[in-house]
């Protein structure tokens, strides 16, 4: 089982920039999939970024192409979410998520506490 802990989330102004980091505590070396979702009140949960710890093309949404990127170290114990040129629309909750199962687009079966990101115009 893998434990994941996001952090660096925080309040900044529009076209800020933010870094988050999902620190995960375990059995990570089988890990086949990290990911970033966001949920935003009254909105469904939605994945922002996902990664295939071999090293594929990441995924992202539409919404944050071109200003969002992720990342993991090189220990793939520590996944990032850089997010660049924020707009107030990225408001929302952070998730970390993992999967030992193949395929990114599946379920992920562990998941952080989460960390609120508040942009304001």
């Known amino acids: 089982q893998v434990q994941l802990v996001e952090s660096g989330g925080g309040s900044v102004q529009a076209g800020g920039s933010l870094r988050l980091s999902c620190a995960a505590y375990g059995y990570t070396y089988s890990l086949y999939c990290m990911a970033w979702f966001r949920q935003a009140p009254g909105k469904e949960r939605e994945a922002v970024a996902t990664?295939?710890?071999?090293?594929?093309?990441?995924y992202y949404a539409d919404s944050v192409k071109g200003r969002f990127t992720i990342s993991q170290d090189n220990a793939k114990t520590t996944l990032y979410l850089q997010m660049n040129g924020l707009k107030p629309d990225d408001t929302a909750m952070y998730y970390c998520?993992?999967?030992?199962?193949?395929?990114?687009?599946?379920?992920?079966?562990?998941w952080g506490q989460g960390t609120q990101v508040t942009v304001s115009s």
């Open positions: 998520a993992a999967t030992y199962v193949a395929g990114c687009s599946g379920d992920f079966a562990y």
């Open positions: 990664l295939y710890t071999g090293g594929d093309t990441p």
